[in-house]
Each structure stands twice: as C-alpha cells, then as structure tokens.
C-alpha cells in the first residue's frame, strides 16, 4: 500500500524508518519531512493542515493510509475531514476525530473525562478571565508550587509552575489576558504532585488496545532538569521503575477506564494516547493526555517494537487489535537530542552538520534538518538529531548515543550529559 505521514520531525522520521521496514509498505510519502526522511521516503512539500491539499494529494498519490503525527491537525479535525468526503472514506487514516482529540486540545476537557471515569488525577479547577479573582482565591486554597495550565495547544509552552503565590497570581492573569493566545483564555489550574514521571502510550482502534513500550523524556534544556521547557532533550525506554506491580496499576486504573471512556460517549478514536504520568508513593496519576505519540519518546518506543508497525497500524483502522501480538525488543533503547546553540529561545538555522556518515553504533533520526542547494543537510530547527541506541540497559544504549554525538558536529551544536540521571 502506499503511505502518507504527516509532520517533519524525529517522530515522523522514526514512523518512516519503522515503516519501511513492512513488506506491506509498497510506496512512503513524508509531508512535508526533513532531510533523513528524505532518504527512505518521498518528501512533499504539503502542510499537514491544509487539509484540502493533503486531500488532493493522497488522491493523487493514491494513498491507502496516512499516519498524522503532529497534534495540530488531528485537534483542528483532519479525522472528520475525511470522514466527510466519499472519496476519502476508504483511505486508513490513523488518529482519533475532533472529540477524541480534545484530550488534548483542551486541558480542561481532559480533566472533566478523568473525574467521570474515575481516573487519579490532581485536584483542580479551571477558570476564564470573567473569573479571576476566584481564580486568585483559588491559589491561595492550595500549598505551592502552583500549577497553571493553557487550556488550548501553546506549542508545549502553556504550563507553569510557580513556587511564590503573588507571581502565581500574576502569572495567572496574564494567562488569561492573552499571553498564549486563544490556548489560555481558560486556564486550569491543579495541585502539584512531587513524584517522578514517566509516559505510557497505549494503541487503541477505540475498543481493544495495545500498550506500547513506556518511555522517560527529558524537557528541561539544562543539566540536572533546570532551564527552560524545550520540546525534550532526551529519552529511555522502558522505564526502570514501572515495574509488573506499577504497569497493572496503570492498566486497571487509567488505560482501561480511558479506553471504556472513549467508548462509552462513543468516540471514533483509532490512534494512539499518549498518558502523561507521575508516580507518586507508588501510585500512578495522570498529568495529561496526548492524542499523538511524543517526541522524543517516539524514537525510543517504535524501534524496540519487532511486529510489522503497518499491520499494527492496519488492525487499528479494522477494529482488530486484539486479533495481533506485539513484540517487543527486550533490550532497552535511549535517544539523546542535539539541538541548535539559543534553544529553546532564538538560534541560528542553515549550520552544516557534520559526521552524519560515521555513526555506525546509533539509529540516526533527524529532527531539524533539510537539504541545502550544495547538497549538504543542515540544521532548520532547534532539535536537529536525535541519536538511539540499543543496550541491556539504558545505560549502556546511552552510552552509545553519547559516543555517536561525539562524532557529529555543527556550529553551536549542545545536548545534555546527563539523560537518565534520575533513574539510578
């Protein structure tokens, strides 16, 4: 079959690489990809949320299948586009309809579906700027750190967490005045939980579900989880501490009350969810949900799955999960990102990376990346390169990534040394 996805980062980059692989896969399009997707895959220059010229162009290409990567277009509804037009209802589009992915389009949506079935979450509540000063007082009712939440998508950049209440309040209202745009013109706002986190991506075709390898990311761009919140510098699969006891905690009490959930208020939801965790005196509670996989945690969980990603994919759209093992790669797998110099604030793109040829031990997938006219690949974003490796233990796969960076070069290039300190 000939298949679409959708995005141009390291996510999309580690869909098309696992996709390749099938002997299902006759022809792959990535739009509008990067310079490694390039390489295994037809780019197209098409924005995924122009959604008459995805449309006009799976027609063209004749496309059975298109993976969405990115949030954007699955929370703007590319699923019900489809749904709409009879000369797109037969192509496998993998994501869940607008209703589905308001679990992550809005927070406060998300919080509403955890307390009707019973999924452990922190208190909260959520307010608009009509309701301020209640919000104000509502701060002061809570121990810090405070946590405020952008309703709406704000690029990963939408949530804060304030240790002074004056500043929390401060922060609050210029939230609600605009400071995200229309993501924050509600603002929820929940008790902090200390605990440590962790991902668990559950594929499901609205009724049956897989859960995926769990992963760890790391957002801070300083050493130690200190600086500012980028897209993620980093991930380990599985996680050490998610033991057999912790994982059917997760399932009991979050991944099937979710998957009944969808159910119940009959969502079309064929797709994955991405379940922001934190595990708290050994008991896990939901942070957030994401209607996509993550990035980096991609480059992590979809190599260490050994069945063929396009049947998977196939028995999603179908109905059919529950009729397909998964295999998993029992090794684990850590992925370290190379970014630009200024990231996640301003940097410099169109730097020529260098090595790229003598990484033998490392997956190489490509984030921020495209090809010059010269014919070199340079840097076009603030993630460049994300590097995975394969070891018995995170620490051994990180160990091979760190090598690989040392190999690689570009003009400000950094990563942080110290992906998975929090585990040993």
Not at 19 to 24: D, E
Not at 126 to 144: D, N, R, V, Y
Not at 201 to 212: A, P
Not at 300 to 329: A, C, F, Y
Request: hydrophobic share 40%.
């Amino acid at each position: 079959m000939n298949i679409l996805i959708l995005g141009s980062g390291g996510r999309e980059h580690t869909f098309a690489y696992k996709i390749a692989q099938s002997p299902k896969c006759k022809k792959l399009y990535v739009a509008p990809g990067n310079a490694g997707t390039s390489a295994i895959a037809e780019n197209l220059q098409v924005n995924p949320i122009d959604f008459a010229a995805v449309a006009n162009m799976a027609l063209e290409k004749d496309i059975h299948m298109i993976v969405v990567g990115p949030e954007d277009p699955l929370v703007k509804g590319i699923v019900d586009y489809f749904k709409k037009d009879e000369r797109l209802q037969d192509i496998q589009i993998i994501g869940p309809s607008g209703r589905g992915a308001l679990l992550e389009g809005s927070k406060e949506r998300a919080k509403e579906f955890m307390a009707m079935y019973n999924i452990p979450t922190a208190a909260y509540e959520s307010f608009s700027f009509e309701s301020l000063q209640a919000g104000k007082k509502f701060l002061e009712t809570l121990q810090p750190p405070y946590v405020l939440k952008a309703d709406g998508l704000a690029a990963g950049k939408g949530v804060l967490i304030i240790d002074d209440l004056e500043e929390a309040k401060k922060e609050l209202e210029n939230m609600l005045s605009g400071k995200f745009g229309a993501a924050s013109k509600k603002v929820v706002i929940e008790e902090f939980l200390d605990g440590i986190e962790l991902s668990v991506f559950v594929l499901t075709d609205g009724k049956n579900y897989k859960i995926l390898p769990t992963a760890k990311d790391y957002k801070r761009i300083g050493e130690g989880d200190i600086g500012l919140n980028t897209g993620g510098m980093g991930a380990v699969s599985p996680v050490p501490f998610a033991d057999k006891d912790f994982m059917n905690k997760i399932e009991e009490r979050i991944v099937k009350p979710t998957v009944n959930g969808l159910q119940t208020e009959e969502i079309d939801y064929k797709g994955f969810v991405f379940i922001g965790l934190i595990k708290v005196d050994g008991e896990p509670y939901v942070i957030e949900y994401n209607v996509r996989m993550g990035d980096p945690e991609t480059e992590v969980v979809l190599p260490r799955i050994k069945s063929d990603l396009v049947d998977l994919l196939e028995k999603t759209w179908t109905g059919e999960l529950d009729q397909i093992e998964l295999e998993l790669d029992k090794r684990a797998a850590s992925t370290i990102v190379l970014v630009s110099g200024g990231y996640p604030e301003s940097y410099e793109k169109g730097k020529i990376i260098k090595g790229l040829k003598e990484i033998d031990s490392s997956i190489v997938f490509h984030a921020g990346t495209m090809n010059n006219e010269e014919g070199d690949i340079v840097t076009s974003g603030g993630r460049v390169i994300a590097l995975t490796s394969f070891g018995k233990d995170y620490k051994e796969a990180l160990k091979k990534s760190y090598q690989s960076a040392e190999k690689l070069q570009f003009d400000k290039m950094y990563f942080r040394k110290d992906i998975g300190f929090d585990l040993s």
